[in-house]
């Protein structure tokens, strides 16, 4: 009877096969999110975003530009900030910052469009429009005019930070996407092992 339960132990492995593929969740999955350097995107978002709060709480403080429209302004660049400092936190891997890293970037986005439609409107307004009823000199003038054109090319500078920003947002909230999985089923990998045959007694 021993030499009866050896065979059926033999026929039962024998029914194993040789290679077999199974699929896996990829253990490295969350590194892809290191692919998008979240330090650098995130330290720029932060400076990037101080320049701009500066810029606009000098302006409304120097009169340059109006107050009802700079403050929102500041307060969605501030959210843009918080965005930047999520990002820098969330390069630990962590999932619930990974999570709270794609929820900020898409406010980020959203307050970079915001902003972008501000600044847009604002480079028409014509500061110097005084002069042209009041009598005012020739050389004060000259100056506001000056002054105005420098105001122009502040203005182009913030758009182009905007139009960066909101690229700055989108790549982060992209890749923190890939590995939180929110927007697609988590990716297995192929995993191919091979049974070895018994050696021959």
Same mark, same amino acid.
């Given at each position: 009877? *021993?030499?009866?339960?050896?065979?059926?132990?033999?026929?039962? +492995?024998?029914?194993? *096969?040789?290679?077999s593929?199974?699929?896996?969740?990829?253990?490295?999955?969350?590194?892809?999110?290191?692919?998008?350097? =979240?330090?650098?995107? &995130?330290?720029?978002?932060? &400076?990037?975003?101080?320049?701009?709060?500066?810029?606009?709480?000098?302006? $409304?403080? %120097?009169?340059?530009y109006?107050?009802?429209i700079?403050? *929102?302004f500041?307060?969605?660049?501030?959210? $843009?900030f918080? &965005?930047?400092?999520?990002?820098?936190?969330?390069k %630990?891997?962590? =999932?619930p910052?990974?999570k709270a890293? !794609?929820?900020? @970037? $898409? !406010?980020?986005?959203?307050?970079?469009?915001?902003?972008?439609?501000?600044?847009?409107g604002?480079?028409?307004?014509f500061?110097?429009?005084?002069?042209?009823?009041? %009598? $005012?000199?020739?050389n004060?003038?000259?100056?506001?005019?000056k002054? @105005?054109?420098?105001?122009?090319?502040?203005?182009?500078?913030?758009?182009?930070m905007?139009?960066?920003?909101?690229?700055?947002?989108?790549?982060l909230?992209v890749?923190?996407?890939?590995?939180? %999985?929110?927007?697609?089923?988590?990716?297995?990998?192929?995993?191919?092992?091979?049974?070895? +045959? =018994?050696?021959p007694h």
């Open positions: 009877m *021993p030499e009866a339960a050896d065979v059926e132990k033999e026929a039962g +492995s024998s029914d194993l *096969p040789l290679v593929v199974t699929f896996q969740k990829n253990a490295h999955r969350k590194l892809k999110y290191l692919e998008g350097e =979240p330090k650098v995107l &995130g330290i720029t978002q932060i &400076g990037l975003s101080v320049f701009q709060a500066s810029c606009m709480t000098s302006f $409304i403080a %120097n009169s340059v109006r107050s009802e700079a403050t *929102p500041v307060i969605s660049t501030i959210l $843009i918080i &965005g930047g400092c999520v990002a820098l936190a969330s %630990n891997l962590h =999932p910052t990974l890293c !794609v929820g900020m @970037e $898409i !406010v980020a986005a959203l307050a970079s469009v915001f902003n972008l439609l501000l600044t847009l604002a480079i028409d307004e500061y110097c429009y005084s002069f042209e009823f009041d %009598n $005012i000199t020739a004060a003038a000259g100056t506001c005019q002054v @105005e054109a420098a105001r122009l090319h502040v203005f182009t500078d913030l758009v182009v905007q139009v960066t920003l909101l690229s700055i947002s989108v790549t909230m890749y923190a996407c890939k590995v939180v %999985n929110c927007c697609s089923p988590a990716t297995k990998v192929p995993v191919i092992s091979i049974e070895a +045959s =018994p050696a």
